[in-house]
C-alpha cells in the first residue's frame, strides 16, 4: 500500500464523516482487511463507526455478469457446467476476494458456486511489502512499538490467511481439519451445535468452489436483526473456544460474516480457508490467564500471561507489573462490556505485560484477534453482560482439554519466588 493511499485510508476509517465502504474497497484488498480489523476495534474508533466499516464483512463491488461467466470458462475444465441444471448469472453475494452465486447440480443438490473475482495476489502482496516497509521505518524511530503493537506482527497474520484465502483449495482442507477435530472430541468435549458444509471436491479447483447451499442466515444478520441470543453467543464461544485454547487449531478469521445459525441455534462455519495454529506456550498462556480472572484469583491470572516471557523479569519490572495489572483489574471482572470492552482492555494487558518482557508474536495475534471479534459481537448484541463472569463455565469446560498444572510451570514459580519474598515487590493488592 503506498503510503498516500494508507493515508486517505486512516482518514476515511477515523474522520468524522459516514464511512465511505466504496471508497475502502477503491484502495485495494488490504485496505478491505485492514478495515476489518477495525471494525471491531471500539477501543481506538467510535462505536458507530466500527458499525460501519463491519460492512466490509459482506458488502463488496460484484464483477460484471459477463465477467463472471468468462471466469467460470477459464477456471474450470470443459465438463464443468455439464454437471448443472442451472448456475444464477447474478451473484447474490460478494465478499472480499469471491463472489457467490446459487446453483443447482443436475441430481438436485442446492448449492452455491464460490468464484475468485480477480488475480489479488500480486497487487495484494505488493501492497503488503509497501506497507511493512513504511512501519519498519516507524519502528526504526520508535522501537518499542514492536513489542508493543507489533504492527510487522499484525501484517503478516493478514497477509497469510488472505493469500490462503485466496485458493479455494485451502477452504476444503480447513473444513476437513476442523471437521476431523470436532469428530476426535466428540466425547471429550461434544460440539452438537457444530456443522460444516458438504464441498463437491470433484468441481472444485483453487478458483472455484462447489459448496452446500446454507440457508441459515449469518451472525452478521442475527445480529442485525437482535435474534441471536445470549445463550447462542455463548454457545458460539464455548466451541470457537475449544479449537482456540484446547486444541489449538482453530478458524483464524471468525468474524460476524463466516459463521451461520438456524432457528435451532446451530453454527456453520464457512470461509475455514485460513486454519490457524496456536502454539502451546501462547495459547496456555492466554487461557490461563482468563481461567484465573473469571475466578477472581488475579495473581495467578497475571502469572500466567508472565510465562510469555522468554526470561524472567527484573525485580523492578516485575513489581511495576504487579502494581499496573492490579490497577488495570481493580473491578474489572463484573464490568460490563459497554464499560470496558474486552479489547481495550486486551491492549492495556498487553501493554503491561510487554514492560515485563512478554513477547507477542504473530503466533498470539490470531487468538487476540478472535477475542475482539467476540468482543465485538458482544458489543453490538449485549452491550451490558459481563463476558469474564459469563465465560467462567466455558474456561472451566476448556480445561478438561488441558492439564491445567501446566499452565504455570513449578519452575516459573521458582524462578520468581525469591524475588517476591523482597517485602518491596509486593504488590499493592494481593487479591
Avoid at 425 to 431: A, F
Amino acid at each position: 500500500m503506498k503510503l498516500l493511499t494508507f493515508i486517505r485510508f486512516y482518514r476515511e476509517v477515523t474522520g468524522k464523516k459516514p464511512v465511505d465502504i466504496t471508497k475502502i474497497q477503491s484502495m485495494g484488498l488490504l485496505a478491505v482487511k485492514l478495515g476489518q480489523i477495525f471494525a471491531l476495534r471500539p477501543d481506538l474508533l467510535d462505536p458507530q463507526r466500527c458499525l460501519e466499516l463491519q460492512q466490509l464483512y459482506s458488502r463488496a463491488a460484484t464483477i460484471p455478469e459477463e465477467d463472471s461467466q468468462k471466469l467460470l470458462n477459464k477456471h474450470s475444465n470443459e465438463d464443468f457446467l455439464s454437471n448443472f441444471r442451472s448456475i444464477e448469472k447474478k451473484p447474490f453475494a460478494a465478499a472480499s476476494i469471491g463472489q457467490i452465486h446459487n446453483a443447482e447440480l443436475k441430481d438436485g443438490s442446492q448449492v452455491v458456486v464460490k468464484i475468485i473475482k480477480s488475480d489479488f495476489e500480486r497487487s495484494f502482496r505488493k501492497d503488503v511489502q509497501r506497507m511493512k516497509r513504511w512501519i519498519r521505518i516507524g519502528l526504526f524511530l520508535r522501537p518499542k512499538l514492536r513489542k508493543v503493537g507489533n504492527p510487522i506482527g499484525l501484517l503478516s497474520h493478514i497477509e497469510d490467511y488472505t493469500l490462503r484465502e485466496l485458493n479455494l483449495m485451502n477452504e476444503i482442507s480447513g473444513k476437513e481439519k476442523l471437521e476431523s477435530i470436532a469428530k476426535e472430541y466428540v466425547d471429550a468435549f461434544p460440539m452438537p451445535k457444530l456443522k460444516f458444509p458438504k464441498i463437491w471436491k470433484e468441481l472444485s479447483n483453487e478458483r472455484i468452489l462447489v459448496v452446500e447451499r446454507i440457508e441459515a442466515p449469518t451472525l452478521e444478520q442475527r445480529l442485525e436483526s437482535k435474534s441471536m441470543g445470549w445463550e447462542d453467543m455463548l454457545e458460539l464461544f464455548r466451541i470457537h473456544g475449544a479449537y482456540m485454547f484446547g486444541i489449538g487449531s482453530f478458524h483464524g478469521d471468525l468474524h460476524p460474516g463466516n459463521a451461520m445459525m438456524d432457528d435451532d441455534g446451530v453454527f456453520t462455519f464457512i470461509d475455514t480457508g485460513a486454519i490457524c495454529e496456536a502454539p502451546v506456550h501462547v495459547r496456555n498462556a492466554l487461557f490461563g490467564f482468563f481461567y484465573y480472572l473469571a475466578k477472581g484469583e488475579l495473581k495467578n491470572a497475571f502469572d500466567a500471561m508472565l510465562t510469555m516471557a522468554g526470561t524472567p523479569p527484573s525485580e523492578k519490572a516485575l513489581k511495576r507489573y504487579y502494581d499496573s495489572m492490579f490497577e488495570l483489574y481493580d473491578g474489572f471482572v463484573g464490568t460490563s462490556v459497554s464499560e470496558v470492552s474486552l479489547t481495550e482492555q486486551m491492549m492495556k494487558t498487553v501493554k503491561a505485560a510487554v514492560l515485563a518482557g512478554c513477547a507477542f508474536g504473530e503466533e498470539a495475534f490470531p487468538i487476540i484477534r478472535s477475542l475482539m471479534y467476540m468482543d465485538g459481537m458482544v458489543l453490538k448484541g449485549y452491550p451490558d453482560v459481563d463476558l469474564i463472569s459469563s465465560m467462567g463455565p466455558y474456561l472451566d469446560e476448556f480445561a478438561s482439554l488441558i492439564d491445567i498444572n501446566t499452565i504455570i510451570p513449578p519452575t516459573f514459580h521458582a524462578n520468581l519466588s525469591k524475588m517476591e519474598q523482597n517485602p518491596t515487590l509486593k504488590p499493592n493488592s494481593t487479591t
